[in-house]
């Protein structure tokens, strides 16, 4: 599913070229829910952005299901983002402006399917995350932690390859925060892939396996 070989990445500042991810080696198999542990600064957002497409790497080869990510141009990696991959954000990031249905079949629609056609096809997913009592409230009207379910339904509403879920807990309660974990555990027993970033190891132990990341380096984590 998800195969890095030797991946390095860095910024210039000023002349100067400043590694963050160094000679990285990562592999997800079809089905894995996978921790990425690190501290601030560890380089974990950046390994993110490279595993969600949004940036790429300086060296190194990168296959997602199959397809060569580290020769594509952009405008092939925004097809891989918007098919491939389901982003799940610490803040959400649902427009405030639209229903909950609207926020949900919002990349089925930037594809070109008709709304009709994309509700039908979300709503198996919207039962399952239990808001489908919710279809015509706006964000600001849920709790934190059906904002995040809303988030989750987005994620998979194309069936991605992955979901992609950055500090998932971060912005909510202790109690939303357990339930959310609890769902990404029933989502991987139904067969979706998750990769999970986070800086807590008490999250991260909610996944099958973890990695950890530091100084831009990437090792199993194997005390559980």
């Known amino acids: 599913m998800i195969d890095i070989k030797n991946l390095n990445?860095?910024?210039?500042?000023?002349?100067?070229?400043?590694?963050?991810l160094k000679n990285i080696n990562f592999h997800v198999d079809e089905?894995?829910?996978v921790a990425i542990l690190g501290p601030s600064g560890s380089g974990k957002t950046t390994f993110m952005n490279v595993i969600g497409c949004m940036d790429i790497s300086d060296s190194g080869e990168y296959y997602l299901d199959g397809l060569s990510i580290h020769e594509m141009p952009e405008e092939q990696l925004t097809e891989i983002r918007n098919k491939e991959i389901g982003f799940i954000f610490q803040?959400?990031?649902l427009i405030s402006t639209y229903t909950v249905l609207q926020n949900i079949i919002m990349p089925?629609?930037?594809?070109g399917m008709d709304h009709r056609s994309a509700e039908e096809q979300c709503m198996e997913t919207i039962k399952l995350l239990g808001i489908d009592h919710r279809l015509d409230h706006k964000p600001s009207e849920l709790s934190g932690g059906q904002k995040q379910r809303v988030s989750i339904a987005r994620a998979m509403a194309g069936n991605p390859a992955i979901l992609l879920a950055d500090e998932p807990t971060g912005a909510l309660d202790t109690n939303s925060g357990k339930e959310v974990l609890k769902l990404f555990q029933e989502l991987n027993a139904m067969g979706h892939t998750i990769v999970m970033i986070t800086h807590d190891?008490?999250?991260a132990q909610s996944a099958k396996r973890i990695c950890k990341i530091v100084d831009g380096r990437l090792s199993e984590y194997s005390v559980r």
């Open 9 to 20: 990445k860095g910024y210039m500042l000023g002349e100067e070229y400043l590694p963050i």
């Open 31 to 33: 089905g894995e829910f």
């Open 91 to 93: 803040n959400y990031q």
């Open 108 to 111: 089925l629609l930037m594809r």
């Open 201 to 203: 190891l008490k999250v």
